[in-house]
Each structure stands twice: as structure tokens, then as C-alpha cells.
T-cell receptor
Framework: SQQGEEDPQALSIQEGENATMNCSYK?????LQWYRQNSGRGLVHLIL?????REKHSGRLRVTLDTSKKSSSLLITASRAADTASYFC?????????FGAGTTVTVRA | DTGVSQDPRHKITKRGQNVTFRCDPI?????LYWYRQTLGQGPEFLTY????????KSRLLSDRFSAERPKGSFSTLEIQRTEQGDSAMYLC??????????????FGEGSRLTVL
């Protein structure tokens, strides 16, 4: 069973718009990570934020972490058709990652 | 290509048959993970190895499932007496960790199992 919740389940946006998705979890964490998965493929790591960090940027990605609310958000700015994929948050407080159910993002040209 | 490789990519089998999946991790990685993913869901943890030692197995891993990582290199995941509910994508991932915690996982492309 999934340990995390992601919101929304699906998101459809126009190319050039921003996409925001949220993740909530239930336990204390060491770090939280975001992964992307294209249909039928493996997962690709996007960004990792540690529990003592509040915000992190990587290219067009911005991740925030609020440990008091046990939540994180991923913002993709200036979306492109190639950003169409499923996005998963994953968190850990030990030796393994627990994944959310994911947000499916469709970017329309 | 020095990424994580999985074989086969697709497997169709009849209920009751045994299947085996192989994962070759990135060579310098000491940790290897198996996850299972069904359609529309995120990956679910099955088991993990630190070098050749299997340190944790999920309750999802019934007695029909067995995983090995001989010599701390490649790993195999065997499913005996397959059931239709075993149909899923089986994902392997590896990482390098020197102490506790976990950083980025490198995933293979997965092995998709269909049980008829």
C-alpha cells in the first residue's frame, strides 16, 4: 500500500504553463525525493531535499518541504511537451524509499 | 551503457509457471532494491540487499517469491507458481551508501510480467 498521498492525481496544462503537484507523508523523514516516470519506463531521479532544507532548485524544478505539515511540493516552470510523465514523491527515514501514488502530468502543445 | 539493466523486459506466462527476473546494478553500487509497480500506482518496496546480504523483505513478498544476490553483484527475483495477481512491473534499483540513510536510487527499465 502507498505510504504517501499525492495531489492532484492528474494534471493537464498548456505548454509554457507551470505545473504544481503536492505530496504528503505520515512519518518523520531523513530526506524526500522526486522521480519522473515516462510511460512503461523506469523511474528517473529528479531532486532530493533533506529534512533540514526548506526549498531547493534544479533547473526548471523547484521543490519545497514543510516537515511540520509533513508535505512537499514540486513546481515545474515553463513546461514542455517532454515533461509529460508521471511524477512520484518518495521519502525515507531508514534504508528504503516509500513512494506515493504519483501525479500524471500531460503537457499540451 | 553503465546503468541498471533488467532482463527480460517483458514476460508472459501461464498461471502456475515459475518466472525469474535478473537485475544487473551499477557496478560500484552496494545496495540493490526490488520494487513492484501495478498500473496507476507508485512502486512498492519488496526487498533490498546490502552487498550480498538480504536485509529486509516486505510482507508483500510471499513464500512464492525469492530473491538472491550472490557475491553482491547481479540479483535474481524468482516467482514460483505464478498467480494472475502477480502481474505487474518489477523494478530493480541500485545505490551506493556508506552509512545508514539512502540517497538517489538508479532504476532499471523494469520487467513487465503478465500472468494469463
Amino acid at each position: 500500500s502507498q505510504q504517501g498521498e499525492e495531489d492532484p492525481q492528474a494534471l493537464s496544462i498548456q505548454e509554457g504553463e507551470n505545473a504544481t503537484m503536492n505530496c504528503s507523508y505520515k512519518t518523520s523523514i531523513n530526506n524526500l525525493q522526486w522521480y519522473r516516470q515516462n510511460s512503461g519506463r523506469g523511474l528517473v531521479h529528479l531532486i532530493l531535499i533533506r529534512s533540514n532544507e526548506r526549498e531547493k532548485h534544479s533547473g526548471r524544478l523547484r521543490v519545497t518541504l514543510d516537515t511540520s505539515k509533513k508535505s512537499s511540493s514540486l513546481l515545474i516552470t515553463a513546461s514542455r511537451a517532454a515533461d509529460t510523465a508521471s511524477y512520484f514523491c518518495a521519502y525515507t527515514n531508514d534504508y528504503k524509499l516509500s513512494f506515493g501514488a504519483g501525479t500524471t502530468v500531460t503537457v499540451r502543445a | 551503457d553503465t546503468g541498471v539493466s533488467q532482463d527480460p523486459r517483458h514476460k508472459i506466462t501461464k498461471r502456475g509457471q515459475n518466472v525469474t527476473f535478473r537485475c544487473d546494478p551499477i557496478s560500484e553500487h552496494n545496495r540493490l532494491y526490488w520494487y513492484r509497480q501495478t498500473l496507476g500506482q507508485g512502486p512498492e518496496f519488496l526487498t533490498y540487499f546490502q552487498n550480498e546480504a538480504q536485509l529486509e523483505k516486505s510482507r508483500l513478498l510471499s513464500d512464492r517469491f525469492s530473491a538472491e544476490r550472490p557475491k553482491g553483484s547481479f540479483s535474481t527475483l524468482e516467482i514460483q507458481r505464478t498467480e494472475q495477481g502477480d502481474s505487474a512491473m518489477y523494478l530493480c534499483a541500485s545505490s551506493f551508501s556508506v552509512s545508514g540513510g539512502i540517497g538517489e536510487l538508479f532504476f532499471g527499465e523494469g520487467s513487465r510480467l503478465t500472468v494469463l
